[in-house]
């Protein structure tokens, strides 16, 4: 079962490549991006570590449960009401990202409504599912998607578009302090783990052992991620005017071709493993709000069918907040609530390992 847990983070990094918030760092790239992309490996441990040696001792046990267990009723609903609009949130600009990427790169001319009214339709579906069965369809796209991404970061980092000199004039500014928001976005790849607040209670003791040499494995993956990220759109772009470009990593992956290959442009295929892992990644954030607002009506004294329809008025609030937001926001909006988001990050994050420390002595 171990694996599951390496499917929460990667999704999560998959995830992050293709948002606004590797867009972020590229305009960063003067403030300190790299040098923050190394310091996040130390923050990183520590949200790995604090998450993941907490729910060890709590196997087969969600958070809501916890904290409706050794918390106050009114400041637990308070608490798991603010990790759901997070998660919320998480899930949203990932949903608005993409669709702006495919109509940028794929149907203009199709009206960015009924495209969202079709990403929604099957992320209903998927977060309805048992929890046990969304970890199922981790592992099953990923495995599919898995040899696609080998062959796009071959494909790119062997290509002769690909230019080492301007990755050599990126890593020159290493000795520019970072900003906080490029250590806030370099944190986001690592945050795939958080997930085991819901996720934890699919793991028994004896399925969930996490070594030293996972946390290693798991860090370099979130690191590689962060570099890739970074690096391949300024090799394959340029580096003086990389933060001008809109999509950097679409665009990067647009100059690269497949003269032998069934399909010759590669964005092709970059947009079709990115409507992969871009439905995994708002399926897991959604989900995770659906599974806390349901342990929540559960301490109510209410019918089944009134718990449905709580579910269902959840359901159709992601679906008004969706549309409404998709006509309103420009690319531009988008990136600028993404950096206030992934800033914010941070302080909702280090203190919830507080948290799990309180926990812990509620619960001895």
């Known amino acids: 079962m171990k694996r599951y847990v390496y499917y929460l983070i990667i999704v999560n990094m998959l995830g992050y490549s293709i948002s606004e918030g590797h867009k972020i760092l590229l305009n960063l790239k003067e403030q300190g991006s790299l040098l923050a992309m190394v310091l996040s490996v130390f923050l990183g441990f520590i949200i790995l570590f604090g998450f993941i040696r907490f729910f060890q001792t709590v196997p087969g046990k969600d958070l809501p449960d916890l904290l409706l267990a050794y918390f106050p009723k009114w400041l637990s609903f308070i608490v798991l009401g603010i990790i759901s609009v997070v998660w919320f949130i998480a899930g949203l600009v990932s949903l608005i990202s993409f669709v702006f990427i495919l109509k940028r790169f794929l149907t203009p001319e199709i009206p960015t409504v009924f495209m969202i009214i079709i990403f929604l339709t099957f992320i209903t579906f998927g977060i309805l599912l048992r929890t046990k069965s969304i970890l199922y369809t981790l592992e099953i796209v990923l495995l599919i998607t898995f040899p696609f991404l080998i062959l796009l970061l071959l494909k790119a980092i ?118 992969f892992t871009t439905f995994l990644s708002i399926l897991v954030h959604w989900h995770v709000v659906v599974q806390i607002t349901k342990k929540l009506i559960s301490t109510k004294k209410i019918t089944s069918k009134q718990k449905n329809w709580i579910i269902v008025l959840i359901i159709g609030a992601f ?41 812990k002595r509620r619960a001895r």
């Open 158 to 275: 062997t290509s002769n578009e690909f230019e080492l000199d301007y990755v050599k004039e990126a890593v020159m500014h290493i000795n520019h302090f970072p900003s906080f928001s490029a250590i806030a976005n370099s944190l986001y790849v690592y945050l795939g783990i958080t997930n085991l607040i819901i996720f934890n209670n699919q793991f028994q003791q004896h399925d969930f052992t996490f070594t030293w040499k996972d946390y290693l494995i798991a860090l370099l993956l979130c690191l590689g991620t962060l570099l890739v990220s970074f690096f391949i759109p300024i090799g394959l772009l340029g580096y003086e005017n990389i933060d001008t470009i809109p999509h950097p990593m679409m665009i990067a992956t647009d100059t690269l071709i497949m003269p032998l290959g069934i399909i010759e442009r590669v964005l092709y295929v970059m947009l079709t493993v990115s409507i």
């Open 319 to 359: 679906w008004v907040i969706s549309i409404y937001l998709i006509n309103v926001f420009n690319e531009y909006w988008l990136l600028a609530v993404s950096r206030f988001f992934n800033n914010l990050l941070p302080f909702f994050f280090f203190p919830m390992i507080l948290l799990f420390q309180y926990l």
